[in-house]
Each structure stands twice: as C-alpha cells, then as structure tokens.
C-alpha cells in the first residue's frame, strides 16, 4: 500500500474502533467485522472504499490465523 492508503486503512480502523467504544460495545473481531461492513454503504469515494475492504481483509486473515484465538475475544491480535 502507499503511503496515503495505509493512512486511510488506520484511520478506518481506528474510526471503527472508537464508534465501537462510544456505543460500549466489546471491541472484538466480531464486532469490528460488522461495524466496518456498516461503513460501506456509505463510502462515497473509491479510496474510502478500498480502505474499508483492507480492514475488512485485515480482520479477516487475523481470525483465519487464529491470531485472534476465538473471534470475539479481543483484537489486540491486529498490529
């Protein structure tokens, strides 16, 4: 990725993660899974919406390494 999309992939993550936590929800795997689905109807840009098919993927490829153990524990797996 360039340097403009690994920005855009951060920001998407942590965007993700913080709606999460303003609603008290468990920041797992899971849930940022669905939350990063609900922001796709809503990426009005190319860009946007490659970032947030990269985070998807990200989560993604962590659960499948079973870097996340059980999906809805914790994502401190994702670096």
């Known amino acids: 990725m360039y340097k403009e999309e690994v920005s855009l992939f951060h920001t998407v993550m942590g965007e993700a993660v913080m709606l999460l ?3 008290n929800s468990p920041v797992t795997c899971d849930q940022l899974l ?3 689905h609900a922001f796709l109807p809503f ?3 190319a860009a946007r919406s490659n970032a947030i098919h990269a985070a998807v993927r990200s989560v993604q490829v962590a659960i499948l390494q079973d870097a996340c ?3 809805s524990q914790d994502i401190s797996c994702l670096h």
Do not use: H, M, T
């Open 69 to 71: 153990r059980i999906p």
């Open 43 to 45: 990426a009005n840009e």
């Open 34 to 36: 669905l939350k990063l």
């Open 21 to 23: 936590l303003n609603e």
